[in-house]
């Protein structure tokens, strides 16, 4: 069964840094693609960043040039480097695996138990 643990998240001032993590288990993680995922109160889950296995990646417009997603295949890890971050970024965030980059479509349904990121101004 997919497991999925995020961590790393917690509070911020804006411009600061952060890195997320999240740990897989019940994959072949080198043939997944993978995805972080944000949610704020009361705003629909949107994909922030997506990796193929190949290495390729997808960025929101609104985090593209301020994030980093990567993997390390020997640890069936993913993780999400967020630098200059704004009050804007506060939000819950997810990680998911089996997911369609293109559409930002988590085709397994199943998500970590997410991480809280919270940006001060």
């Known amino acids: 069964q997919l497991q999925l643990v995020e961590s790393g998240g917690g509070l911020v001032q804006a411009g600061g840094s952060l890195r997320l993590s999240c740990v897989t288990s019940?994959?072949?993680?080198?043939?997944?693609?993978l995805g972080w995922y944000r949610q704020a109160p009361g705003k629909r889950r949107e994909l922030v960043a997506g990796i193929t296995s190949g290495g390729s990646t997808n960025y929101a417009d609104s985090v593209k040039g301020r994030f980093t997603i990567s993997r390390d295949n020997a640890k069936n890890t993913v993780y999400l480097q967020m630098n200059s971050l704004k009050p804007e970024d506060t939000a819950t965030y997810y990680c998911?695996?089996?997911?369609?980059?293109?559409?930002?479509?988590?085709?397994?349904?199943?998500w970590g138990q997410g991480t809280l990121v919270t940006v001060s101004s």
């Open positions: 019940g994959i072949i993680f080198r043939l997944a693609a």
């Open positions: 998911a695996a089996g997911i369609i980059v293109t559409t930002g479509v988590n085709a397994s349904g199943k």
